[in-house]
């Protein structure tokens, strides 16, 4: 495993799905810039942790799965399934209790061994049918 693969998987385990900020710095570059699977997009990590407390606050026991992982030099390109319970308000949606979930793809581009850039698109017509109870949660 190389480092940017070691380092995409430190960042859904300890950034997102535990929300260990502490390791943001370790992972990101300073100017990082990202587009998230729910359309948000931000610069450097002040704007990251507010998206990430965002998703948190809405979702409980909210996980990043990997399904795949792609690395071609500096990019690492992810096949992702994002899932938690929906407890609060989210995109519009009063919470329902559910377990939620949606794919996505990522794509990380590294600058010496941290990510300068994120972009992840996110299936949010399927999230928005689970949201309006029309779907099941994927696997």
């Known amino acids: 495993m190389n480092i940017y693969e ?3 998987k430190k960042f859904y385990s300890e950034i997102w799905d535990k929300k260990n900020f502490e390791e943001i710095s370790n ?6 810039s990202f587009r998230g699977s729910l359309n ?3 610069c450097g990590h002040e704007e990251f942790k507010v ?9 409980s026991s909210y996980k990043c799965i990997i399904k795949d992982l792609v690395v071609q030099n500096e990019k690492v390109f992810a096949k ?3 899932t938690g319970v929906h407890d609060s308000d ?4 009063p919470p ?9 793809a990522a794509l990380f581009i590294f600058s010496g061994q941290k990510v300068s850039s994120l972009w992840v698109l996110g299936d949010l017509k399927k999230l928005e049918e689970e949201l309006d109870g029309k779907t099941k949660p994927i696997t």
Not at 27 to 32: A, E, S, T, V, Y
Not at 90 to 93: A, L, P, V
Not at 96 to 104: A, P, R, V
């Open 6 to 8: 070691k380092q995409v």
């Open 27 to 32: 992972i990101l570059q300073n100017d990082f």
């Open 40 to 42: 948000q997009e931000g």
């Open 51 to 59: 998206y990430i407390n965002y998703v948190h606050s809405a979702l």
């Open 80 to 82: 992702m399934i994002f």
């Open 90 to 93: 989210f995109m519009g949606y």
């Open 96 to 104: 329902t209790g559910k377990q939620i979930s949606w794919s996505g």
